[in-house]
Structure formats: structure tokens, C-alpha cells
């Protein structure tokens, strides 16, 4: 289960102490925070990817992928670059696996 970023101090947050990993076409900006249950998800897609259909079903593809998967705790910011919305769903799912992969190699080195 994933909840939505709100509030303003969370992004200040993100821009602040975020890490950002990346996963070719997506991109993740995060801040581990074991308090933070459910971890808080937002999404940067501009309007460069596409219109508003494309960016909304890319949209609801990444929340789908995301509240089926093992997301630690924390902020997190999703993005897409424009080839995003030319991939398939298989795609997109590999995709954000390897962020996520990334993200909990990251905080396995942050906890040690």
C-alpha cells in the first residue's frame, strides 16, 4: 500500500536530502524514512512526454506497480522521460523493479 505526497514540506524535503537513482526511462528521487508508514509517493511527468492521456496512463501504470511492490518506507518522487509512455506495460514494470532494486541497496548501505 502506497499513500500520496501532500503536504509542501515533503517536497521541500525530497529537493533537499533526496537521493535520485535512476532506471532508464524513470527516475526516483527518495528519502528513507522508517516513520513514514505507508511510504508517501508523488509523480513528475511532464509535459514533455506526452499529453495529458498518455501521462495519466503512465501515471496509473506507476501507482499499480508500485502498491504491488515491496517499497520501503519513506518520500518518493517517480519521473519519466519521454520514452516511458512508448513502452509496454512489461517494460515499465522491469523498470521500476530495478529502481526499486536500487532503492533498497541504498538502504541497506544507509542502515549498515
Not at 513528475?44 to 499529453?51: E, K, L, Q, S, T
Not at 501521462?55 to 501504470?61: A, G, P, Q, S, W
Amino acid at each position: 500500500m502506497i499513500d500520496r505526497v501532500r503536504e509542501r514540506d515533503a517536497f521541500v524535503r525530497l529537493r533537499r536530502d533526496g537521493t535520485r537513482v535512476r532506471a532508464d526511462p524513470l527516475w526516483c528521487s527518495f528519502v528513507l524514512d522508517p516513520e513514514l508508514v505507508p511510504p508517501k509517493v508523488a509523480f513528475a511527468i511532464g509535459r514533455a512526454v506526452g499529453p495529458a492521456v498518455r501521462r495519466n496512463r503512465l501515471r496509473r501504470r506507476l501507482r499499480a506497480l508500485l502498491a504491488d511492490s515491496d517499497v520501503p518506507p519513506g518520500l518518493y518522487l517517480f519521473g519519466a522521460r519521454v520514452p516511458a509512455c512508448e513502452q509496454t506495460f512489461d517494460d515499465v514494470s522491469t523498470a521500476v523493479a530495478s529502481l526499486l532494486v536500487k532503492v533498497h541497496r541504498r538502504a541497506g548501505t544507509a542502515s549498515s
